[in-house]
């Protein structure tokens, strides 16, 4: 059994805080900002990859409007089933908030096709009918974020968006689809680059709710 | 409406396509090896990470076994519920198989606690009493990858995997629990280094599963 001795010990309870401390001691004398900080040391723990250090842009106190939101029972729309599936809905629901995914609703598909757009875009219009406070989180689709600006710029939505986590990633349209956000005037974390995906998604969200909650993590 | 027109107008339906084409480009002529190229193209689309052109590891035929072991209505289980709603189950339920995830249970959570260990290793003992044919699909504990190891030391595994998909991300033991497998004669394909998760993990499932299918994608 030679091969485990290579093996670090560590008690289940105390593997992401010994994850966070490797974090802090990599990212070294790099200023983070203070008020995101542990935003962006979730999303390193989740993908190992420093990038995100540089990559997360936050607008004028996005953390702290987006932790008050969860705080006052705010719901969270998702554009991937496994970014809903990777966010911690016990605490979410603790405040009183619940995961909105319309993507495998059977007519989202149907109108989707019949109108030449994709099923996420759909999507976000669904959202937006609820008529209801909401963070909306796109950790998968730029046609989602684009269908957000369009409605945002043509003043359709009724309750904007209390916050917008724009992290999909990809290819076509991912890079320009971000940066839409960036210079809208609505608050966003957006994660700048090709970059990004539903598990980042589900990341932010969740450090969102550990601040939420008083808690480093639960 | 300026700012639209800088985006590049791909229908939905060619959206995977036009990415793949991207991606292919700027890996140039870098050297993929044929057999597993599609499953290292599908993880840098979910991931936007060239890294893993040089991080993923195939054991001996690793792509084709799985491919062969879905088609005969082989079963997957994931360590994450995250990597299990990211799998392409319509597909996988064609061939005759389906997703076990153990992780909610409620008497594995009280097992680790009272044994001291994590929830994933209990969850991997769990999957190994069903004696049957699995992939084991890892995409977040190195602690199930180490005791998936231990099992099949002990020799206390009645069908040993079919697979394992060792793509745990993270700091404590993830390299090193990778290093195991890559060390055991059983198929594998593994993310070298600290990278993976369970958009990875779900990635090379579903890599397999559209190769099963002979279709590109769907």
Redesign the interface.
Known sequence: ?G??D???F???AD?ER??FE??SKELGDKCLDARNELVVKRVI?????FDYADNLVFSENATAIGVQALKAGCSIVTDT??A???INKRVLARFGGQVHNFMQDADVAAE?RER???RSAVCMERAAALNKPLIYVIGNAP?AL?RL??ML?EGAMSFPPQLIVGVP??????V??KE?IC?LDVPHIVAR???????VA?AICNALLYLASGDARE
């Open positions: 059994m091969e485990l290579k093996l670090e560590v008690k289940p593997i010994r994850s490797i974090i723990h989740t993908t190992a990859d089933q496994m809903a599936s990777g989707a030449g757009v994709t046609t684009v600006y369009e710029q990633v990809g290819f076509v349209n991912v320009e689809s839409l210079n680059g090709r970059k990004g995906g539903s598990n589900a």
